[in-house]
Each structure stands twice: as structure tokens, then as C-alpha cells.
């Protein structure tokens, strides 16, 4: 019996049991964790990724590429939900995301990696909008709160065991010869395996016939025409230029697949990848709005702070993925608390004014960040992100959904993940590339400092520092060239005065022979005696002006960095000098970003050497943190303006039973029975038999399912 005619006999009785209900949630549960568990993964192993191959500064591209297709994809599989139904498309998007992750363990470069991670994000277009959309079909919005734990216990132990498993991978050279990194791809597909094995026994929904099966290819195509390019030059405009040719090429075309796509969805009406008939709910319109700006923010913080506890606080990957358990725990603990309010009153316009709020204080509070602070201090600005996501996430997945029927629950539901996901790709897209952007001046800003220049020209001018092998790496990729440029330079001027003593003398003696003074034959003697006074008085001129420069008797000049008090009076005889020229070079920069491209080597490194690059990194990441501020706040400002409707008390699959039990007997009532029930007489039908409002006017199907409880 189908899901219509039981709730036509039984109109009052819920389409799914409790037990029916959690057992799909199993199903769905299964899918969020391995989307959620790769990304907890790779998130604190992309520094050991990136480092391995050689390309750190461009792990943008990596992340920007899985998210650009899982963005574009998030529709699609909406659409395509509404139309095949919610399960196959579901076990499309595990296969597909399993195919992306055993390629992206053969990757060999960034690029490559790009490449799979790709293929990885069209499938996770549909593990990150597939679940919310099932839930919206089975659960009421009020009642959707309540099973809200199930989800925050897959993404809590995921957040937990995530960054534990990648730490192991990535800090582990080979595993089965294979290197420890690439496993942390490997290891989805066992537990995609897994996960498709649960969802084929578990989930089981009822579908809902659909008309139309038009696709939108028009759509996604435009779509894709309109977010690439504006990407591309999010990430390579500092490159090209903001107004270069390239840039300006990709602006235009990016303005015209936005063009394209708002009249191809017009064109489609109801059939579009995401119908402009959403808009006209000003709630749907303003959660997506916002979920933009959201997104933006929420990516922001996630892909930033992990590299941030690495790089400037000195964690392991796996020590920087327990370290951003703050976050975890403040967005589990906000989620559970307003999903119980949210459960029990049905209205929830104060989260999203409260989240952005929330958000905004995490953002100022980053914004003081120091590098030599301590772990804690960032802590505190992790849970007040992580509150204020926790008020976010559901109550803006939610808006959406009710705002809409249940013939486009998909597509609301894809079309809000879709807007969220546009906004953390331009997150991530801008706010790590400005990040890479600004480390290499912000390096050289630091070495401007004079106390963190004399500690860092101190310690790399030291022999046993220099030598030492926990240094070569720093030495090679930041110190060599500024140590090598000024030993030459203090060489030079030093073998410049013995050169200019030495010939000198060789010229007097000379002079000397031409006057008579000196026989012929005595020259060359004559020569050496002077020469070897010349280059003694330099000798002990330069013993008392430049101590580091040994002079040879041949007068060959060498520097001798060995004794700390003479070397230290050197560093700060050279500081001033060295401030002019990184003043002077602060146009063209002494330092770019591949000095980042494989941060490996401040791992031991002696503190004096990586203070500036520390210190770098802090501040360009205190700005990239002020931006993120900057569009949350514009959030904040939004969410003062959201009026939002209390909530539906039943589910969409509840309604579309209703309505189809409603349509049936209010089909019964108009037809009437063509013979009387005692005389056997035909029957004529009145108006009278269908049921009105008190006003007289006949009741519309939402108005009878509503009486109806």
C-alpha cells in the first residue's frame, strides 16, 4: 500500500515511525561521516601534503578545486533528488567520492591533487546536501531539531578521530610502502565501502511521483561558466594584476555566465537547477543571503587556524586537530541547545542574530593574535567561532526549508548548501591566497624589527648554528642568500683596503726604482718587504675596525664568525645597514611566497632563525582575520532585518500524505454518492457537500490539512 492511500484511511497517522525515521538516519549517517571525516583529515595533514610536494603556498588550488565542483554539484544532486529520488542519487555521490579518493592517493604533484580532489567534490556535493534534504522530507522543521545530536555525534567523533588518524598518516614516512600522507585518501574507500553497505539496508524513504523530469544542463553549465573564472582570479589576481588582461578577461566572463544562468532559470520555471521562485520568499532569500556570508567566514576559520597552530605554534597535525576541539565543542553545545529551543517553541529568529554575533567577537578576538602568545589565548576565540557556527548551520538549512513546499525541498535544500558553499569557496579562494599573499612582505616587515633582526643575523652568522642540521633547511630557503650577500659585501670592502695597501706599496717601490733609490735588482724583494707591511698595518687596522676579517699573509681575506663577542658587535655594526636595504627593497620584496611552499624546515629550527617567519605569518594572519571580520559583520547586520515564520509542525512527507488524503476526500465530497444510501434514488450534488469556512469560501487543501492537525 503506498504512502498516500495508508494515510488516506488513516489520515491522522504519521507516514514514518519513529523507528523507520532512525533508521534512515542511519543510513544518512554513514554518508556525513566519511564526507566529514576527509575533511577533518586532510585539513591537518595538508601542511605534511604540500610540504611532500613541494607546493604549500598553492594548497589553495586544492581545496578551491574540491569545493568549486562540490558547489556546482550541490544543486544538480538536489534537482536530480526531486526528480529520481533521494537514495540513488545518495549512492552516486559515495561511489563517485570513493573513485575521487584512490586517485587522489597516486597524486604527484599540486596540481594532480587539485585535479582528484575535484573528482573527490563531485561527489561530495551530494553527501553534503543529500542528508539535509532526506531530513527535510521525514522530519517536521520543529521536530528536525531534535534529531540534530545524531548528526553533531558523527561530526564530533569524526572531529575527533579525523585529526588523530591524519596526524598518524602524514607524521608516518611509508605505510605497506606506501607514504603515510596518501593513506589519509586511501582509507575513505574501506569506510566508503562501509557506508554504502549501510545506506542500500537502511535507507528507505517513500518517494514522490514527479511530473517533469526536465535537467537543467543550460544551468549548470552557466553556472560553471560564472563561478570558475571569478575563482581563477580570486586566486591568481595578485599574479596577473587585479587589472591585467587575464583578470579582465575573467571578470567579463564570469558577468556573463551570471547572466546566462539567471535567464536560462528563468526560461526553465519550476524545472531550473534552482528555480528564481525561491526568491520570492523574502526568508529564503535573506538564509541564503546570509548563508553567503556565513560560509565565508566559516571556511575562513577552518582552513586558516589549523596551518596557524602548526606553523606558528609548533603543533604536530595531530596535536592541531585535538587543539581545534574548542571549536568542535562550541559549535556541538550551541547546535543541541537552540535545536531544544528551536523544538519547543518553533521559532528561532534570535540564533542567527546570536551566531553572527558570536562569530564576529571569535573574529575580533583573532584579530589581537601574537606569535609569541599562548595556545589558550586562541582557544578562547576557537569556541566563540564555534558557538556561533553551532547557531548558524541548522537554524539557516532550516529557514530555507520551510519556506519552501515539499515539491522543492531538494532544491531549496541543495540551493542554500549551494549559496553557503559559494561563499566558503570565495573564503577560501580569497582569504588563503591573501593569507600566501601577504606572508613574504609580512616576513620582511618583521625583519625590520631591530631586536628580531640582530637575534636572527646573530644566530645564522654562527658556524655551530649555521652547520647545524635541524638549520639546513631554514638556511637554504631564507638565510643563505641574506648571509652570503653580506659576507661578500663585508669581504669586498675588507679586501679592498688590503688590495688598495698592497698596491700602493708596489707603486712606492716602483717609484723608488724608477728614482734610483732602489737598484733594479732589488725590486722585487724591495716589493714583497713593502707589500707585507702594507697588508700587516691593514691586518691590525682591520683587527681593531672589522675583528670578523682574517687576513692572510698572501692577502687573501676570510671571515671568522667564531667568537660571539666579535661576532655580535658585527651584527650590530651591520643592523642599521641591513634595515636600509630591506626598507629600500620593500617595493620589489626580498622574499616570495615558494618561501613558504615547504614549511618543513621550522620544524626544530633554532627560534631566533624562525622568529620572523613566525612572526610573518601571525600578521598576515591577523589581516586575513580582519577581512573575514569585515563580511561577518555585514552578516550581523542582515540577520536584523530576517523575519522568519514559526515553523511547520509537520514533515513534507506528512504533508504530501495529507494533501493526498485531503484531495481524496474532498474529490468524495464533490462527486457525492450516485445512489442514496436508503433509497436507492441518484444522488444530485449540492454545493453543500464541500466543506467551507465560516466566510463561505470553499477551504484550500493547506487550509483542510490544517484543521486536520
Known sequence: MSSAAHATKHPNQPVMTHRAILLVIFGLMAGMFLSALDQTIVGTAIRTIGDDLNGLSLQAWVTTAYLIVSTIATPIYGKLSDIFGRRPLFLLAILVFIVGSILASFSQSMVELAVFRAIQGLGAGGLMSMPLAIMGDILAPRERAKYQGYFLAVFGVSSVIGPLVGGLFSGTPEILWIAGWRWVFLVNVPIGIIALIIVTMFLHIPRHPRDSVRIDWWGATSVIVALVPLLLVAEEGREWGWTSPWSIGCYVVGAVGVLAFVLVERAMGDDALIPLKLFRSSTFSMATVIGVFVGFGMFGAMLTLPLYLQIVLGATPTESGFQMLPMILGLMIASIVSGQIIARTGRYRIFPILGTLFLSGGYVWLSFLHADGSYWFLAGAMLLLGLGLGQLMQTLTIASQNSVGLRDMGVATSASTFFRQIGGTLGTAVLVSLLFALVPASIQTAFSDEQTLTDALNAALDPTV????????????????????????????????????????????????????????????????????????????????????????????????????????????????????????????????????????????????????????????????????????????????????????????????????????????????????????????????????????????????????
Open 466 to 709: 649555521a652547520d647545524a642540521s635541524e638549520n639546513a633547511g631554514i638556511m637554504s630557503a631564507v638565510y643563505d642568500t641574506i648571509v652570503s650577500n653580506l659576507e661578500d659585501a663585508t669581504i669586498a670592502q675588507a679586501q679592498s683596503a688590503v688590495d688598495d695597501a698592497t698596491q700602493a706599496a708596489t707603486d712606492a717601490v716602483a717609484q723608488q726604482v724608477a728614482d734610483g733609490t732602489i737598484p733594479a735588482d732589488a725590486q722585487e724583494t724591495a716589493t714583497a718587504e713593502a707589500v707585507a707591511s702594507a697588508v700587516a698595518a691593514v691586518k691590525a687596522a682591520l683587527a681593531d675596525e672589522l675583528p670578523v676579517a682574517q687576513v692572510a699573509d698572501d692577502g687573501t681575506v676570510t671571515l671568522d664568525f667564531s667568537d660571539a663577542d666579535i661576532r655580535e658587535a658585527f651584527v650590530a655594526s651591520i643592523v642599521p645597514t641591513v634595515e636600509e636595504e630591506l626598507a629600500s627593497s620593500s617595493g620589489s620584496g626580498s622574499f616570495d611566497s615558494s618561501v613558504m611552499d615547504d614549511t618543513s624546515f621550522l620544524t626544530g629550527a633554532d627560534p631566533r632563525l624562525t622568529r620572523p617567519i613566525l612572526v610573518g605569518f601571525n600578521d598576515s594572519a591577523v589581516v586575513v582575520y580582519r577581512v573575514a571580520l569585515g563580511v561577518v559583520l555585514l552578516a550581523f547586520v542582515l540577520t536584523l532585518f530576517f523575519r522568519t515564520p514559526p515553523l511547520r509542525a509537520k514533515s513534507a512527507l506528512q504533508e504530501a500524505a495529507d494533501d493526498a488524503a485531503i484531495a481524496a476526500q474532498t474529490a468524495a465530497a464533490e462527486a457525492g454518492a450516485l445512489v442514496g444510501p436508503d433509497t436507492g434514488t441518484v444522488r444530485v450534488h449540492t454545493d453543500a457537500a464541500t466543506p467551507t469556512a465560516s466566510d463561505g469560501h470553499p477551504l484550500t487543501r493547506r487550509e483542510l490539512r490544517e484543521q486536520g492537525g
